[in-house]
């Protein structure tokens, strides 16, 4: 294995997962989604090392496998059935680390259709801006900004008053 | 506290991902240790496609001397059976399965008997062969490539209007496959977005030398050879050469390919 593609797996691997994490709200698929992106860079290194952002490239990476991924509905029933296993009534959720906040964040982001869904981390977790996202999912600055916008709007209303400030960026 | 923040929290007591490095490069080995099927063409070779992309007619032609094709007739169904069974034998995905999609309610469509099915457990994928000659009105042909494993799309893949054509690899994302008429050296190859080669000398030679006057003709054996298509993928050109298979060039929903050549 070439050796530049080992420190660069390693050094990004964790913020992929957490990316892919985001993604999808599942470990065990977070995981699939950072190896495929992963073998996919590998097998085109000799290319994706002259990108001018290696990251921006992993990361597309991984929200294309994830977008592409055909098995998702089988572990999403999978992860609604945990989210609805959980008290439905703490909807507005405390502003603590507390694991019902992180399941109400994820509950919520799944609400979203998955290309809205990779916009919003792209956009907000990557903090990439309006055009890198565009790029990174090939559609145009005006999809990524309408298509933030209805998210955001739906976000707060799953995610309840104390967080009208998600609005207001 | 902001989205980003939210998002943080989500994340703050995710478990440290085991290294990949080993997983990654062991299912990297397997996929380059099976048996490629190299899947470079031209329009002087051989393409598979995928949904929207059509036949724009069937070429049948007598073959010429050193053509890539077998003497005795071969029907259309004969060769979708085989040529099935020639994927099903060099997919690198040792699990996969190819099946001929048999289409008993439209006979005299032709193109029915270049597509196929792929299933990799509980994906599928539609397989459409376009196999091509050269021919006279594409003296600079299309040229295409797509990568061993990344010849799979679903079937709501579309060709772009600028003439490339989105192909989604099984497993790794996708590749974006580039499709480029001209002269040389303007002949370009992209994949998963960015510019990687210009033509090689093998395959400037073979556009070259398929330049012809004459409608499509098979390809030479030796011109297969030159565009790295493996035996089963070259046994299917020729078996589909033979039966009549050939076709002048493909259209899709966007844009005529190939385009108009200088």
Same mark, same amino acid.
Request: net charge neutral.
């Given at each position: 294995? #070439?050796?530049?593609?080992?420190?660069?797996?390693?050094?990004?691997?964790?913020?992929?997962?957490?990316?892919?994490?985001?993604?999808?709200?599942?470990?065990?698929?977070?995981? !699939? /989604?950072?190896?495929?992106?992963?073998?996919?860079?590998?097998?085109?290194?000799?290319?994706?090392? =002259?990108?001018?952002?290696?990251?921006?490239?992993?990361? +597309?990476?991984?929200?294309?496998?994830?977008?592409?991924?055909?098995?998702? /509905?089988?572990?999403?029933?999978?992860?609604?059935? /945990?989210?609805?296993?959980?008290?439905?009534? #703490?909807? +507005?959720?405390?502003?603590?680390?507390?694991?019902?906040?992180?399941?109400?964040?994820?509950?919520?982001?799944?609400?979203?259709?998955?290309?809205?869904?990779?916009?919003?981390?792209?956009?907000?977790?990557?903090?990439?801006?309006? =055009?890198?996202?565009? *790029?990174?999912?090939?559609?145009?600055?005006?999809?990524?900004?309408?298509?933030?916008?209805?998210?955001?709007?739906?976000?707060?209303?799953?995610?309840? !008053?104390?967080?009208?400030?998600?609005?207001?960026? | 506290?902001?989205?980003?923040?939210?998002?943080?929290?989500?994340?703050? #007591?995710?478990?440290?991902?085991?290294?990949?490095?080993?997983?990654?490069?062991?299912?990297?080995?397997?996929?380059?240790?099976?048996?490629?099927?190299?899947?470079?063409?031209?329009?002087?070779?051989?393409?598979? %496609?995928?949904?929207?992309?059509?036949?724009?007619? $069937?070429?049948?032609? $007598?073959?010429?001397?050193?053509?890539?094709?077998?003497?005795?007739?071969?029907?259309?169904?004969?060769?979708?059976?085989?040529?099935?069974?020639?994927?099903? %034998?060099?997919?690198?995905?040792?699990?996969?399965?190819?099946?001929?999609?048999?289409?008993?309610?439209?006979?005299?469509?032709?193109?029915?008997?270049?597509?196929?099915?792929? =299933?990799?457990?509980?994906?599928?994928?539609?397989?459409?062969?376009?196999?091509?000659?050269?021919?006279?009105?594409?003296?600079?042909?299309?040229?295409?490539?797509?990568?061993?494993?990344?010849?799979?799309?679903?079937?709501?893949?579309?060709?772009?209007?600028?003439?490339?054509?989105? *192909?989604?690899?099984?497993?790794?994302?996708?590749?974006?496959?580039?499709?480029?008429?001209?002269?040389?050296?303007?002949?370009?190859?992209?994949? !998963?977005?960015? $510019?990687?080669?210009?033509?090689?000398?093998?395959?400037?030679?073979?556009?070259?030398?398929?330049?012809?006057?004459?409608?499509?003709?098979?390809?030479?054996?030796?011109?297969?050879?030159?565009?790295? /298509?493996?035996?089963?993928?070259?046994?299917?050109?020729?078996?589909?050469?033979?039966?009549?298979?050939?076709?002048?060039?493909?259209?899709?929903?966007?844009?005529?390919? $190939?385009?108009?050549?200088?």
């Amino acid at each position: 294995m #070439d050796e530049d593609f080992a420190a660069f797996a390693r050094e990004r691997q964790q913020q992929l997962y957490r990316t892919a994490y985001l993604l999808c709200g599942n470990r065990e698929r977070a995981q !699939d /989604l950072v190896q495929s992106a992963l073998v996919g860079l590998l097998k085109s290194w000799s290319r994706a090392r =002259e990108a001018d952002n290696l990251d921006a490239y992993a990361r +597309t990476a991984v929200v294309r496998v994830f977008l592409s991924e055909r098995r998702k /509905l089988r572990r999403e029933a999978e992860i609604q059935a /945990l989210a609805h296993s959980r008290p439905t009534t #703490d909807q +507005t959720a405390s502003h603590d680390a507390s694991p019902e906040l992180r399941l109400t964040i994820l509950q919520a982001l799944r609400q979203l259709p998955p290309k809205p869904r990779a916009m919003m981390i792209l956009r907000y977790w990557e903090d990439l801006t309006i =055009e890198q996202t565009a *790029a990174a999912l090939g559609c145009s600055e005006g999809n990524v900004k309408s298509q933030c916008s209805r998210s955001l709007v739906k976000l707060r209303t799953l995610l309840g !008053d104390q967080f009208t400030e998600l609005v207001a960026r | 506290m902001d989205l980003h923040e939210l998002m943080s929290t989500a994340v703050a #007591d995710l478990p440290e991902l085991p290294d990949q490095l080993a997983e990654v490069d062991r299912i990297h080995h397997r996929r380059t240790a099976t048996k490629r099927a190299v899947l470079i063409s031209a329009s002087t070779a051989l393409v598979l %496609g995928v949904g929207t992309l059509t036949i724009a007619s $069937p070429w049948e032609r $007598p073959q010429s001397a050193g053509a890539a094709v077998a003497s005795s007739p071969l029907s259309k169904q004969q060769f979708a059976e085989n040529a099935a069974q020639i994927l099903q %034998g060099i997919w690198p995905v040792q699990s996969a399965r190819v099946v001929w999609v048999r289409q008993t309610s439209d006979p005299g469509n032709t193109s029915q008997y270049t597509l196929f099915k792929l =299933e990799e457990g509980s994906n599928t994928w539609q397989l459409h062969i376009i196999l091509y000659g050269s021919s006279a009105t594409t003296p600079y042909p299309l040229v295409t490539t797509l990568p061993s494993d990344c010849a799979v799309a679903p079937t709501d893949c579309v060709a772009n209007a600028d003439g490339t054509i989105r *192909a989604y690899a099984p497993g790794s994302g996708m590749s974006l496959v580039y499709v480029s008429t001209g002269n040389y050296p303007l002949y370009s190859i992209s994949a !998963d977005g960015f $510019p990687i080669i210009l033509a090689t000398p093998s395959l400037v030679n073979t556009l070259n030398l398929s330049s012809s006057v004459t409608e499509p003709t098979p390809l030479t054996s030796d011109q297969l050879k030159q565009l790295a /298509l493996s035996d089963g993928m070259q046994q299917i050109y020729a078996e589909g050469a033979q039966a009549g298979l050939l076709a002048e060039g493909i259209y899709s929903t966007a844009t005529p390919i $190939p385009s108009t050549n200088p």
